[in-house]
């Protein structure tokens, strides 16, 4: 790399360290930049959750070479790891590495990247200047420069609202102490704030379902626990997935299993129901929609998926899809208008390539809204891509990936296409 200036690697996830141990690899400087207190700060907050991804899937190959050096062992890979123990056996041990450790910023809050002396619209010799990474850590501001930045800061932070128009609904905000945006530890530290109450879940993903099954164990002691299921779907049936077609079996389990409890009238079921406000009602709140309202809900879980963030790329010529929000050689790939799989076929840098040079938005984030990631496809991201930042544009090119089928596709599938998955990197399965 020019100068050798570091790779700004944003965001310290299972991709962004991934892409850490291949530039590594590769014998590229980087410094990784995570706003949390440590690595996978945002795995942490859903730490009790079960993947339904085996570890198979959820570990990349630099990393884990580099990792056996120090004696770890790879745990067995058809095993479900909890988001806890992908963080205890896999992203700790592997930031703790002395070749990543001194690379590593956490409590690195990122307020802005932009090319030295160059705003967006100067075209002229940009791509000679370096980047420039401006981020804050204890209240100090400090200013650093790269060679290439990328963007792998994921979704997470950034959950979409409840509101059926993609906006915060009438009055959500003013309620928001009684709603939990993501999967909350139903069965743990939250069981109190549940049991026994009356609980809306929006969504129709698998989040949405691993909270009903939750719901329902904590029915089963206190049988006051009433569950409403919020969609916007025109047909329950939709949500249900793969079953035993889903090649990731316990995802597909989910959906079966969601599947039974509504046919034996366990879960009320709204749909499709598009929510516009709240509004409270004593200590209750009611979810108004269109011509409908449900009344007297305690609690709402919000699983309505997430969205990125582009605040601090501004100054940067990024593009992104106009309605997914994803990189935009992947949008015909994911967009679940079309597909109800996520048909994607392997994909590296050549997709994803931004008008700005050696700028990368990659992982979760580089789905968009799209909620079909998987941490595999990823890694394979970022592969490509520190293949192309070394000049090794061969390897760059030549991307392999094998995902597990979801048994719910709705297109004709090219024979070119590769197993898809419609999964979120975080996926749930009841543990």
Not at 33 to 38: N, P, R, V, W
Not at 219 to 224: D, I, P, V
Not at 399 to 424: I, N, Q, Y
Request: charge should be neutral.
């Amino acid at each position: 790399m020019k100068n050798q200036l570091p790779v700004a690697i944003i965001g310290g996830g299972p991709v962004a360290l991934a892409a850490a141990a291949q530039l590594i690899k590769r014998k590229i400087p980087f410094l990784l930049l995570e706003q949390g207190t440590s690595v996978g700060a945002s795995v942490l907050e859903w730490s009790h959750i079960r993947m339904f991804s085996p570890w198979e899937f959820n570990i990349d190959s630099a990393a884990a070479e580099l990792l056996a050096e120090t004696g770890w062992i790879a745990p067995p890979k058809e095993e479900l790891p909890t988001g806890k123990q992908l963080f205890d056996h896999y992203l700790y041990p592997l930031s703790e590495l002395s070749k990543l450790k001194q690379s590593i910023r956490t409590e690195a809050r990122v307020l802005a990247i932009h090319r030295q002396g160059f705003d967006k619209m100067k075209t002229t010799g940009r791509e000679n200047v370096p980047f420039e990474v401006v981020y804050e850590s204890n209240n100090i501001v400090y200013r650093v420069e790269a060679s290439a930045v990328i963007d792998a800061t994921g979704t997470w932070k950034s959950p979409n609202p409840i509101g059926a128009s993609g906006d915060y609904a009438a009055q959500e905000a003013d309620y928001s102490s009684h709603i939990h945006y993501g999967i909350p530890d139903i069965k743990g530290a939250h069981a109190i704030r549940y049991m026994g109450k009356t609980v809306a879940v929006v969504g129709s993903g698998h989040s949405a379902i691993h909270a009903i099954l939750l719901l329902h164990e904590l029915k089963l002691q206190n049988s006051a626990t009433t569950i409403h299921w919020v969609l916007r779907k025109q047909s329950i049936e939709e949500a249900f997935g793969g079953g035993e077609l889903d090649g990731l079996p316990a995802r597909g389990e989910l959906g079966s299993r969601a599947a039974k409890l509504v046919k034996e009238g366990l879960i009320n079921v709204h749909t499709p129901f598009y929510i516009n406000g709240l509004e409270q009602e004593g200590e209750k709140l009611n979810l108004i929609g269109t011509g409908a309202s449900i009344n007297g809900v305690d609690e709402v879980i919000a699983a309505t998926g997430a969205r990125p963030n582009f605040s601090f790329i501004r100054e940067l010529r990024y593009a992104v899809d106009s309605s997914i929000e994803c990189v935009p050689k992947l949008a015909d790939l994911i967009d679940p208008n079309i597909h109800s799989c996520g048909t994607v076929r392997p994909h590296g840098e050549t997709e994803l390539s931004q008008p700005e040079q050696n700028f990368y938005i990659v992982g979760a984030k580089s789905y968009g809204r799209a909620p079909t990631f998987l941490l595999a496809t990823g890694y394979e991201q970022v592969r490509s891509v520190v293949a192309a930042l070394a000049g090794d544009l061969v390897s760059a090119r030549e991307v392999k990936l094998h995902l597990p089928e979801t048994g719910v596709c709705s297109v004709s599938r090219p024979k070119t296409a590769l197993k898809v998955t419609s999964s979120s990197c975080c996926g749930p399965v009841v543990g």
